[in-house]
């Protein structure tokens, strides 16, 4: 499995994640100024509280703006990583990395925060089940 050095602490924003289910219909709403291949993103939900967002991947909707459907599942949750942090890798989507942290806790992470190890570096040398 990949892993990565964080060179840039990341720090998760101060609001609830919000989940995007494959075939849900949303309202897109604003571009981000810096990703800008995120949209601002609205559950329509009755559940959902008023104006309950995120920035989501524009390319995961069948509409670039207004009312759209997600054609995947998406989670807007972030991980809090310090600076020299290592982090397992699983997939990356918009210059993002879903990593997780030693403790086992998930979540998207900017990959410009990191710096990519080679998969077969190991922490220390003379462990053999590193």
């Known amino acids: 499995m990949r892993r990565a050095r964080v060179v840039v602490a990341h720090r998760a924003p101060d609001r609830p994640p919000i989940q995007v289910a494959r075939g849900e219909t949303v309202m897109l709403g604003e571009r981000d100024g810096d ?3 995120f949209v601002w993103t609205t ?3 009755v559940n959902a ?3 309950h967002g995120g920035w989501v991947p524009a390319a995961l909707f069948d509409n670039p703006s207004g009312l759209a ?3 995947s599942d998406y989670d807007t949750r972030e991980l809090d990583a310090a600076t020299d942090e290592i982090l397992t890798l699983h997939h990356e989507l918009a210059q993002w990395w879903w990593a997780q942290n030693v403790l086992g806790v998930q979540g998207w992470i900017p990959a410009r925060s990191l710096e990519l190890l080679d ?3 190991d922490d220390d040398p003379s462990d053999p089940t590193s």
Do not use: K, V
């Open 119 to 121: 998969d077969t570096t």
């Open 43 to 45: 559950a329509l939900d």
């Open 49 to 51: 509280a008023e104006g």
């Open 35 to 37: 990703w800008p291949q």
């Open 69 to 71: 459907i997600a054609l």
